[in-house]
Nanobody, 123 residues
């Protein structure tokens, strides 16, 4: 059974940093593209960042470009999202997702999802 488990969320002040982790198990995710999405209260699920299977290519939403960094460690089956200069608008539940093939910003392209981790940024 393929499984993705996020961790690292929490409460942080505006301007602070957090590092989210996503542990993949149950299949070889080394050849999967990975993505991070988020859902804020009362809003639709939103693309944040994605990375291709090798980790050599990344893609970011304009709202996080220059502040967030996605990375992948295939040896450990881990994906990370380093979040710097956090803003209150970044408050959301953050989800890790995986798909075979190239990365995508479209959530319905992803077959596997984690349960999410809450990130709250106070002003």
């Amino acid at each position: 059974q393929a499984q993705l488990v996020e961790s690292g969320g929490g409460l942080v002040q505006a301007g602070g940093s957090l590092r989210l982790s996503c542990a993949a198990s149950g299949r070889t995710f080394s050849f999967y593209a990975m993505g991070w999405f988020r859902r804020a209260p009362g809003k639709e699920r939103e693309f944040v960042a994605a990375i291709n299977w090798s980790g050599g290519s990344t893609y970011y939403a304009d709202s996080v470009k220059g502040r967030f960094t996605i990375s992948k460690d295939n040896a450990k089956n881990m994906v990370y999202l380093q979040m710097n200069s956090l803003k209150p608008d970044d408050t959301a539940v953050y989800y890790c997702a995986a798909r075979s093939g190239s990365y995508s910003s479209w959530p319905y392209d992803y077959a596997y999802w984690g349960q999410g981790t809450q990130v709250t940024v106070s002003s």
